[in-house]
Protein backbone atom coordinates (compact mmCIF):
# COMPACT_ATOMS: atom_id res chain seq x y z
CA UNK A 1 0.00 0.00 0.00
CA UNK A 2 1.56 3.35 -1.00
CA UNK A 3 1.09 6.81 0.99
CA UNK A 4 2.47 10.27 0.65
CA UNK A 5 4.60 10.68 4.20
CA UNK A 6 7.09 13.14 5.67
CA UNK A 7 9.46 10.87 6.92
CA UNK A 8 12.18 13.03 8.88
CA UNK A 9 11.97 16.35 7.26
CA UNK A 10 9.71 19.48 6.68
CA UNK A 11 8.84 20.68 3.59
CA UNK A 12 6.54 20.29 0.55
CA UNK A 13 9.00 18.11 -1.41
CA UNK A 14 9.81 16.25 1.76
CA UNK A 15 6.20 14.53 1.30
CA UNK A 16 6.68 11.47 -0.66
CA UNK A 17 5.21 8.30 -1.64
CA UNK A 18 6.54 5.21 0.52
CA UNK A 19 5.68 1.79 0.72
CA UNK A 20 3.78 0.85 4.18
CA UNK A 21 2.67 -2.02 5.49
CA UNK A 22 -1.97 -3.13 5.49
CA UNK A 23 -2.24 -3.59 8.69
CA UNK A 24 -4.60 -6.37 10.08
CA UNK A 25 -7.79 -5.56 11.24
CA UNK A 26 -9.10 -5.19 15.13
CA UNK A 27 -12.28 -5.60 15.96
CA UNK A 28 -14.36 -2.62 15.39
CA UNK A 29 -11.91 -1.88 12.37
CA UNK A 30 -12.87 -0.82 9.08
CA UNK A 31 -10.04 -1.35 5.94
CA UNK A 32 -11.29 1.69 3.54
CA UNK A 33 -9.65 2.29 -0.13
CA UNK A 34 -9.42 6.05 -0.67
CA UNK A 35 -10.50 7.51 -3.13
CA UNK A 36 -10.35 11.13 -2.95
CA UNK A 37 -8.50 13.70 -0.23
CA UNK A 38 -9.06 17.18 0.23
CA UNK A 39 -6.44 19.85 1.37
CA UNK A 40 -6.78 22.26 4.37
CA UNK A 41 -4.47 24.82 5.24
CA UNK A 42 -3.25 22.95 8.27
CA UNK A 43 -1.79 20.51 5.65
CA UNK A 44 0.57 23.00 4.49
CA UNK A 45 1.56 24.53 8.01
CA UNK A 46 2.68 20.67 8.88
CA UNK A 47 3.91 20.08 6.09
CA UNK A 48 6.22 23.29 6.16
CA UNK A 49 6.93 22.61 9.94
CA UNK A 50 4.58 25.16 10.88
CA UNK A 51 2.39 23.88 12.70
CA UNK A 52 4.70 21.36 15.10
CA UNK A 53 8.09 20.39 15.10
CA UNK A 54 7.24 17.29 17.38
CA UNK A 55 5.19 15.34 14.95
CA UNK A 56 5.58 11.41 14.68
CA UNK A 57 7.78 10.11 11.50
CA UNK A 58 7.02 8.93 9.20
CA UNK A 59 3.78 10.55 8.91
CA UNK A 60 0.88 9.89 6.58
CA UNK A 61 -0.52 13.06 6.22
CA UNK A 62 -4.03 15.15 5.05
CA UNK A 63 -6.87 14.71 7.28
CA UNK A 64 -10.00 15.12 5.11
CA UNK A 65 -11.17 11.61 2.30
CA UNK A 66 -13.76 9.80 0.90
CA UNK A 67 -13.72 6.02 -0.03
CA UNK A 68 -15.44 2.99 -0.11
CA UNK A 69 -15.35 0.18 2.62
CA UNK A 70 -13.47 -2.70 1.10
CA UNK A 71 -13.04 -5.09 4.43
CA UNK A 72 -14.61 -4.93 8.16
CA UNK A 73 -13.30 -6.67 11.11
CA UNK A 74 -14.96 -8.58 13.97
CA UNK A 75 -17.74 -7.22 15.12
CA UNK A 76 -18.53 -4.05 13.06
CA UNK A 77 -22.39 -3.30 12.82
CA UNK A 78 -22.09 0.80 11.60
CA UNK A 79 -20.91 -0.18 8.08
CA UNK A 80 -20.06 -2.77 5.65
CA UNK A 81 -18.41 -3.58 2.74
CA UNK A 82 -19.39 -1.42 -0.19
CA UNK A 83 -20.08 1.54 1.86
CA UNK A 84 -19.18 4.79 0.71
CA UNK A 85 -17.78 6.87 4.34
CA UNK A 86 -15.45 9.41 5.14
CA UNK A 87 -13.64 9.60 8.37
CA UNK A 88 -13.94 13.10 10.74
CA UNK A 89 -11.47 14.63 11.34
CA UNK A 90 -10.95 13.73 14.94
CA UNK A 91 -11.84 10.48 15.18
CA UNK A 92 -12.70 10.02 18.71
CA UNK A 93 -15.21 13.34 18.84
CA UNK A 94 -18.82 11.85 18.65
CA UNK A 95 -20.56 14.01 20.40
CA UNK A 96 -20.36 16.77 22.95
CA UNK A 97 -18.08 18.93 23.89
CA UNK A 98 -14.08 17.95 22.43
CA UNK A 99 -11.65 16.75 24.92
CA UNK A 100 -7.52 17.15 24.83
CA UNK A 101 -7.50 13.44 24.36
CA UNK A 102 -9.90 13.77 20.80
CA UNK A 103 -7.49 17.17 19.71
CA UNK A 104 -4.51 15.03 19.91
CA UNK A 105 -5.94 12.29 17.90
CA UNK A 106 -6.94 14.68 15.09
CA UNK A 107 -5.77 12.48 11.09
CA UNK A 108 -2.75 14.03 9.91
CA UNK A 109 -1.01 15.31 12.74
CA UNK A 110 -0.36 13.20 15.87
CA UNK A 111 -2.04 10.35 13.96
CA UNK A 112 -1.66 9.11 10.69
CA UNK A 113 -3.70 10.53 7.79
CA UNK A 114 -5.63 9.80 5.07
CA UNK A 115 -3.14 10.45 1.85
CA UNK A 116 -2.60 6.66 1.11
CA UNK A 117 -4.46 3.95 -1.35
CA UNK A 118 -5.93 2.55 2.02
CA UNK A 119 -6.34 3.02 5.93
CA UNK A 120 -7.96 1.44 8.60
CA UNK A 121 -10.46 3.32 11.07
CA UNK A 122 -12.57 2.73 13.67
CA UNK A 123 -15.71 2.39 12.76
CA UNK A 124 -17.44 5.03 15.26
CA UNK A 125 -14.98 7.40 13.66
CA UNK A 126 -16.96 6.88 9.94
CA UNK A 127 -19.76 8.76 8.69
CA UNK A 128 -21.64 7.78 5.55
CA UNK A 129 -21.28 10.40 2.71
CA UNK A 130 -24.43 11.93 0.72
CA UNK A 131 -24.95 9.94 -1.96
CA UNK A 132 -25.35 12.37 -4.33
CA UNK A 133 -21.67 13.89 -4.04
CA UNK A 134 -18.53 12.48 -6.04
CA UNK A 135 -15.55 10.93 -3.83
CA UNK A 136 -13.89 14.29 -4.77
CA UNK A 137 -17.04 16.41 -3.74
CA UNK A 138 -17.36 14.03 -0.52
CA UNK A 139 -13.90 14.35 0.38
CA UNK A 140 -14.09 18.39 1.19
CA UNK A 141 -16.85 18.10 4.32
CA UNK A 142 -14.55 16.32 7.46
CA UNK A 143 -12.88 19.50 8.04
CA UNK A 144 -13.74 22.62 6.24
CA UNK A 145 -17.47 22.14 6.03
CA UNK A 146 -18.38 20.89 9.04
CA UNK A 147 -16.26 23.47 10.65
CA UNK A 148 -18.49 26.08 9.34
CA UNK A 149 -21.88 24.15 10.50
CA UNK A 150 -20.09 24.26 13.72
CA UNK A 151 -19.53 27.64 13.95
CA UNK A 152 -23.28 28.61 12.41
CA UNK A 153 -25.64 26.23 13.41
CA UNK A 154 -24.20 25.05 17.15
CA UNK A 155 -21.92 28.40 18.35
CA UNK A 156 -23.60 30.80 16.57
CA UNK A 157 -26.98 30.14 16.44
CA UNK A 158 -28.02 30.56 13.06
CA UNK A 159 -31.44 31.70 12.03
CA UNK A 160 -33.06 32.06 8.70
CA UNK A 161 -33.24 35.89 7.49
CA UNK A 162 -29.63 36.45 9.87
CA UNK A 163 -26.36 38.12 7.73
CA UNK A 164 -23.23 36.27 7.51
CA UNK A 165 -20.32 37.83 6.70
CA UNK A 166 -16.84 35.63 5.65
CA UNK A 167 -13.93 36.09 4.44
CA UNK A 168 -11.86 35.36 1.35
CA UNK A 169 -12.68 32.95 -1.36
CA UNK A 170 -11.42 29.14 0.41
CA UNK A 171 -13.33 26.42 1.15
CA UNK A 172 -14.29 27.50 4.71
CA UNK A 173 -15.50 30.92 3.34
CA UNK A 174 -17.36 29.39 0.59
CA UNK A 175 -19.11 26.72 2.60
CA UNK A 176 -20.13 29.96 4.69
CA UNK A 177 -21.69 31.20 1.90
CA UNK A 178 -23.72 28.06 0.69
CA UNK A 179 -24.39 26.83 4.00
CA UNK A 180 -25.56 30.29 5.08
CA UNK A 181 -27.96 30.18 1.56
CA UNK A 182 -29.08 27.14 2.13
CA UNK A 183 -30.72 27.42 5.60
CA UNK A 184 -32.15 30.90 5.06
CA UNK A 185 -30.16 33.24 5.73
CA UNK A 186 -28.18 36.30 4.05
CA UNK A 187 -24.37 35.64 3.10
CA UNK A 188 -22.02 38.45 2.44
CA UNK A 189 -18.17 38.00 1.56
CA UNK A 190 -15.21 39.87 0.95
CA UNK A 191 -12.17 38.93 -2.17
CA UNK A 192 -9.34 40.23 -3.57
CA UNK A 193 -10.85 39.18 -6.68
CA UNK A 194 -14.11 40.72 -8.42
CA UNK A 195 -14.19 37.77 -10.78
CA UNK A 196 -14.27 35.61 -7.74
CA UNK A 197 -17.08 37.90 -6.35
CA UNK A 198 -18.99 37.16 -9.04
CA UNK A 199 -18.59 33.40 -8.40
CA UNK A 200 -19.37 33.93 -5.03
CA UNK A 201 -22.92 35.21 -5.90
CA UNK A 202 -23.55 32.60 -8.26
CA UNK A 203 -23.52 30.69 -5.29
CA UNK A 204 -26.00 32.74 -2.96
CA UNK A 205 -23.71 35.59 -1.53
CA UNK A 206 -26.06 38.77 -1.80
CA UNK A 207 -23.17 41.17 -1.81
CA UNK A 208 -19.53 41.09 -2.19
CA UNK A 209 -16.58 43.54 -1.51
CA UNK A 210 -13.09 43.88 -2.78
CA UNK A 211 -10.56 44.20 0.39
CA UNK A 212 -7.67 45.22 -2.34
CA UNK A 213 -9.94 48.42 -3.96
CA UNK A 214 -11.96 48.72 -0.83
CA UNK A 215 -9.33 47.97 1.78
CA UNK A 216 -12.17 49.98 4.32
CA UNK A 217 -14.29 47.29 3.84
CA UNK A 218 -16.09 47.82 7.04
CA UNK A 219 -16.83 50.98 6.43
CA UNK A 220 -18.44 50.26 3.35
CA UNK A 221 -20.96 47.53 4.55
CA UNK A 222 -22.12 49.96 7.10
CA UNK A 223 -22.16 52.38 3.97
CA UNK A 224 -24.35 49.41 2.09
CA UNK A 225 -26.75 49.71 4.98
CA UNK A 226 -25.25 45.58 6.07
CA UNK A 227 -24.77 44.68 9.79
CA UNK A 228 -23.72 41.36 9.95
CA UNK A 229 -25.06 39.15 13.05
CA UNK A 230 -22.24 36.82 12.36
CA UNK A 231 -18.65 36.98 11.00
CA UNK A 232 -16.62 34.10 9.97
CA UNK A 233 -13.52 35.02 10.45
CA UNK A 234 -10.37 32.95 8.88
CA UNK A 235 -8.02 36.14 8.16
CA UNK A 236 -6.90 36.44 11.99
CA UNK A 237 -5.83 39.07 13.39
CA UNK A 238 -5.39 41.00 10.35
CA UNK A 239 -8.76 40.82 9.85
CA UNK A 240 -10.40 40.94 13.48
CA UNK A 241 -10.51 44.75 14.11
CA UNK A 242 -12.27 45.52 11.38
CA UNK A 243 -14.80 42.30 11.67
CA UNK A 244 -15.32 43.57 15.00
CA UNK A 245 -16.24 47.13 14.00
CA UNK A 246 -18.67 46.01 11.78
CA UNK A 247 -20.28 43.19 13.40
CA UNK A 248 -24.12 43.88 15.13
CA UNK A 249 -23.85 44.66 18.50
CA UNK A 250 -24.20 41.38 20.29
CA UNK A 251 -23.24 39.76 17.13
CA UNK A 252 -20.97 36.56 16.69
CA UNK A 253 -17.09 35.88 15.48
CA UNK A 254 -16.42 32.50 15.14
CA UNK A 255 -12.55 32.66 14.79
CA UNK A 256 -11.68 30.00 12.46
CA UNK A 257 -7.81 30.67 10.79
CA UNK A 258 -5.30 33.17 10.71
CA UNK A 259 -4.45 32.82 7.37
CA UNK A 260 -3.56 36.97 6.52
CA UNK A 261 -1.20 36.46 9.33
CA UNK A 262 0.04 39.70 11.70
CA UNK A 263 -1.64 42.48 12.95
CA UNK A 264 -2.33 44.60 16.52
CA UNK A 265 -6.33 44.07 17.48
CA UNK A 266 -7.86 46.82 20.07
CA UNK A 267 -10.13 43.69 22.12
CA UNK A 268 -11.99 46.94 23.69
CA UNK A 269 -14.91 47.55 21.33
CA UNK A 270 -15.36 43.42 21.71
CA UNK A 271 -16.34 43.82 25.44
CA UNK A 272 -18.06 47.30 24.53
CA UNK A 273 -20.06 45.87 21.79
CA UNK A 274 -20.97 42.58 23.93
CA UNK A 275 -19.54 40.14 21.24
CA UNK A 276 -19.17 36.50 21.69
CA UNK A 277 -15.81 35.33 20.06
CA UNK A 278 -15.97 31.22 19.45
CA UNK A 279 -12.71 29.62 18.47
CA UNK A 280 -14.24 26.59 16.70
CA UNK A 281 -11.99 23.88 15.74
CA UNK A 282 -13.55 21.75 13.66
CA UNK A 283 -16.33 19.38 15.20
CA UNK A 284 -17.61 16.22 16.14
CA UNK A 285 -19.28 13.18 14.42
CA UNK A 286 -22.97 14.48 15.25
CA UNK A 287 -22.18 17.81 13.50
CA UNK A 288 -20.57 16.02 10.79
CA UNK A 289 -23.51 13.59 10.63
CA UNK A 290 -26.25 16.72 11.26
CA UNK A 291 -24.13 18.18 8.05
CA UNK A 292 -24.10 15.24 5.68
CA UNK A 293 -28.30 15.38 6.44
CA UNK A 294 -28.53 18.96 5.10
CA UNK A 295 -26.20 18.43 2.27
CA UNK A 296 -28.75 15.46 1.24
CA UNK A 297 -31.55 17.68 1.70
CA UNK A 298 -30.75 20.37 -0.31
CA UNK A 299 -29.02 18.90 -2.91
CA UNK A 300 -25.61 21.45 -2.52
CA UNK A 301 -22.82 20.31 -4.14
CA UNK A 302 -19.25 21.64 -2.68
CA UNK A 303 -17.33 23.72 -4.74
CA UNK A 304 -14.00 22.07 -6.11
CA UNK A 305 -11.44 24.33 -7.50
CA UNK A 306 -9.01 21.90 -9.43
CA UNK A 307 -8.11 18.13 -8.88
CA UNK A 308 -4.38 16.78 -8.54
CA UNK A 309 -3.37 13.14 -9.54
CA UNK A 310 -1.87 11.10 -6.35
CA UNK A 311 1.97 12.36 -6.18
CA UNK A 312 1.52 15.62 -6.90
CA UNK A 313 0.87 16.52 -3.21
CA UNK A 314 3.67 19.55 -3.94
CA UNK A 315 2.35 21.10 -6.65
CA UNK A 316 -1.78 20.69 -5.08
CA UNK A 317 -0.58 22.47 -1.91
CA UNK A 318 1.90 25.07 -3.89
CA UNK A 319 -1.77 25.80 -5.69
CA UNK A 320 -3.65 26.55 -2.21
CA UNK A 321 -0.72 28.16 -1.13
CA UNK A 322 -0.60 31.06 -3.90
CA UNK A 323 -4.82 32.15 -3.45
CA UNK A 324 -5.44 31.42 -6.87
CA UNK A 325 -7.84 28.62 -5.66
CA UNK A 326 -12.01 29.36 -5.38
CA UNK A 327 -13.37 26.52 -3.20
CA UNK A 328 -11.12 23.08 -2.23
CA UNK A 329 -8.35 21.53 -3.66
CA UNK A 330 -8.63 17.96 -4.08
CA UNK A 331 -6.14 14.90 -4.52
CA UNK A 332 -7.60 11.88 -6.03
CA UNK A 333 -5.92 8.53 -5.01
CA UNK A 334 -7.93 5.76 -7.01
Known amino acids: MRAAQLTGAFGLDEVTIQQAPEPPLEPGQVRIRVEAVSLNYRDLLIAKGLYTKKLPFPLTICSDCAGTVVETGPGVTRVATGDRVSPCFMPDWISGPVTDAAARGALGAFANGVLAETIV ?34 RCGLKAGDTVLTIGTGGVSLFAVQIATMLGARAVILSSSDEKLERARALGAVDGINYTTTPEWD ?48 IIPAFMKNLSLHGVFVGSREMLEALNAAVSAHAMKPVVDQVFPFGDFAAAMRHMESGKHFGKVVIRVS
Open 121 to 154: MKETALVHVPAHLSPEEAATLPCAAVTVWHALMV
Open 219 to 266: AELKKRGIVPDHVIEVGGTATLAKSIKCVRMGGNLALIGNVSGGGDTN
